[in-house]
């Protein structure tokens, strides 16, 4: 069950964070913005633990997780295409 809810959040996140930034390279479809959002957790949970807001064992929520694939997605607007 927990695959599912962590599926189902990223979605979520990955759906918001490319609301709140719509950048030039847009991540685009189900799998995709799925990843975004995931990404976006291990990224917020990450920075989260370094900075002392989370402690070990503790993950990003939603917010977390939307703040994370928005910064996902700028650094991936900063790298050239191909």
């Known amino acids: 069950m927990g695959f599912i809810w962590t599926i189902l959040i990223g979605f979520i996140a990955g759906i918001l964070a490319k609301l ?5 390279q847009q ?3 189900f799998i995709l913005t799925t990843l975004l959002g995931v990404a976006g957790a ?5 920075l989260g633990q370094q900075v002392g807001w989370y402690r070990f064992g503790e993950r990003a929520g939603l917010l977390g997780a ?3 694939a928005v910064l996902v997605l700028f650094i991936w607007s900063l790298v050239p295409p191909r």
């Open 27 to 29: 991540v685009s479809g």
């Open 66 to 68: 939307v703040l994370g």
């Open 20 to 24: 709140i930034y719509g950048g030039p």
């Open 42 to 46: 291990f990224v917020a949970t990450y």
